[in-house]
């Protein structure tokens, strides 16, 4: 099982990660801090290029493992707007989705288009029958990317809101 390393979806286009773009991947996260540091543990003051080439470097090994499939988001002038990937901790038959976008690009539609894409996609994977994503309650955003991607609420874990989409 293994998805494309690039994926055209309309005005987007999804790539896997290289760390060639780690001082823009911390630029977005820096500017997008107020947004993403309530959500995911990563986006504090301290994520630099560093850190993001850290996370290249982890999401190709990770890759090659069979584990997760991350791609960089961008627009189809070259601007990168965000992250999305397919992960397989929900075990077999299923993958989650996990995503973030860059401030300015939020509320217009891109992140949604990015998980009906990658949706697609993972749900053409061999053997694969169901995604997930998981968002905290309070990140109403994310619900509104989920949802209008066709993932329906199935149930809450500690601080985690858990949506689905079947095949």
């Known amino acids: 099982m293994e998805p494309p390393e690039m994926i055209n979806a309309g005005e987007l286009v999804l790539k896997r990660w290289e760390p060639e773009w780690?001082?823009?991947?911390?630029?977005?996260?820096?500017?997008?801090?107020?947004?993403?540091?309530?959500?995911?543990?990563?986006?504090?003051?301290?994520?630099?290029?560093a850190e993001a080439r850290a996370y290249a470097e982890?999401?190709?090994?990770?890759?090659a493992a069979g584990t997760e499939f991350n791609y960089a988001?961008?627009?189809?002038?070259?601007d990168l707007i965000g992250s999305i990937g397919l992960m397989t901790r929900p075990g077999p038959g299923a993958?989650?989705?996990?995503?973030?976008?860059?401030?300015?690009?939020?509320?217009?539609g891109r992140m949604t288009a990015a998980?009906?894409?990658?949706?697609?996609?993972?749900?053409?994977?061999?053997?694969?029958?169901?995604?997930?994503?998981?968002h905290h309650p309070a990140n109403?955003?994310?619900?509104?990317?989920?949802?209008?991607?066709?993932?329906?609420?199935?149930?809450r874990d500690g601080d985690s809101v858990i949506r689905e989409r079947r095949a």
């Open 22 to 49: 780690s001082a823009e991947v911390a630029a977005a996260v820096q500017e997008s801090l107020p947004e993403l540091a309530p959500f995911l543990p990563f986006a504090t003051p301290h994520y630099g290029v």
């Open 58 to 63: 982890r999401s190709a090994a990770d890759w």
């Open 73 to 78: 988001i961008f627009t189809t002038v070259g």
């Open 95 to 108: 993958l989650e989705i996990g995503y973030w976008i860059r401030t300015p690009w939020a509320g217009r």
């Open 115 to 134: 998980v009906t894409v990658l949706s697609r996609v993972g749900l053409s994977l061999p053997g694969i029958e169901r995604l997930v994503i998981r």
């Open 140 to 155: 109403l955003a994310s619900a509104a990317v989920a949802a209008k991607a066709g993932f329906v609420e199935i149930g």
